[in-house]
């Protein structure tokens, strides 16, 4: 599969991260699709609880895995309880009112969901070590995930016909994973890091597997850009905050080659925005560091907001996608 995003709608596009706040799914899809007409997404609503949560909604993903909540966290069990049956029904509800409010839409719909090395340095096995203790429970995870999102993507096409999916993985613990700096489940120790190849292959066989465009996410600094354009994504998602000069020649290179990226730049914390293109402007600066032209600005980046937006006012919220939808047209409309 190309990793190129094929959509020429993307051309001053917008989107979210994922979460929102509050807790109305319907409220969310119409936040999410009204404010984001270009790339609009499947909201998550953590604040719901269990299941609701990126994890949560990750393990209720998995085919012939199951996960329980247990006082420290997410651990896998022998059989579906109660609290896969609650992942699957707010995903349910999300996705019925995704549908209600995505009704003739035709384009890119972004999907979210963790990662696979992020639900492994999450979620513990039965004995209660992390699974990314084990490289045979890591394998089993990426393959059972793999199946759950081919079989997530289907319902999606189902429910909505006309859309053309795009599908984030979530990463955001991948540098700690590849660092040896996740912590073992006592906090005492931390886990061994995870061969740089290894890492890559999963990400690779996941991607491969599913027929859609694949962006990984990571709200983390460090993140492996060369590892993730060798996996084969398509786009790559970041949050501009935290990024040094050194990120500047593995930027380049991605955007050289075709990488899409995803710039979190407007604030997920209520606060005054007075001017949503001056959000952009560290783009600008980015990219006339890097020597492209401003021609190409608006096909190689997508925004978004920061991190952190379902800690947010739900009134803040769709400012905040409202904001990143006009900062993306400012940078369509004045790449200068």
């Known amino acids: 599969m190309s990793t190129e995003f094929p959509f020429p709608e993307l ?125 045979g429970a890591c394998r089993d995870i990426a393959e059972s995930l793999t199946e759950g999102l081919r079989r997530h993507l289907a319902d999606v096409r189902r429910r909505v016909p006309g859309a053309q999916p795009v599908l984030q993985l979530d990463e955001p613990s991948l540098p700690a994973v590849l660092a040896g700096a996740v912590k073992t489940a006592s906090g005492f120790q931390r886990l061994r890091a995870v061969d740089r190849q290894v890492a890559e292959e999963a990400l690779r066989s996941v991607i491969r597997a599913l027929d859609v465009p694949v962006v990984v996410h990571s709200c983390a600094p460090g993140v492996p850009i060369p590892l993730l354009r060798r996996a084969g994504v398509a786009g790559v998602s970041l949050d501009f905050s935290l990024l040094t000069g050194r990120e500047d020649d593995d930027l380049g290179e991605a955007v050289e080659a075709g990488t899409v990226i995803l710039a979190g730049v407007v604030p997920s914390t209520d606060t005054a925005v ?54 993306a047209q400012s940078l369509a409309d004045n790449p200068e």
Do not use: N
């Open 11 to 135: 051309y001053g596009a917008a989107t979210g991260v994922g979460s929102l706040p509050g807790t109305d799914a319907r409220e969310a899809a119409r936040t999410a699709v009204g404010a984001l007409e270009h790339l609009p997404h499947l909201p998550e609503l953590p604040a719901r609880g269990p299941g609701a949560d990126m994890i949560g909604r990750g393990a209720g993903l998995l085919v012939e895995l199951f996960a329980q909540v247990e006082p420290s966290g997410w651990r896998f069990a022998d059989r579906p309880g109660r609290d896969t049956r609650r992942a699957h029904s707010w995903l349910g509800e999300d996705l019925d009112a995704l549908e209600e409010f995505t009704q003739g839409h035709e384009g890119p719909l972004k999907l979210q969901a963790v990662g696979p090395w992020t639900l492994a340095a999450s979620v513990e096995l039965k004995h209660g070590e992390k699974a990314l203790a084990d490289p």
């Open 274 to 327: 007075s001017d949503p293109a001056g959000s952009v402007q560290g783009v600008r600066t980015l990219w006339k560091r890097l020597g492209f032209g401003p021609e190409l600005l608006a096909r190689r980046v997508v925004v978004t907001p920061t991190c952190g937006l379902a800690g947010a006012s739900p009134a803040y919220a769709r400012r905040a996608l409202t904001y990143s939808a006009r900062a």
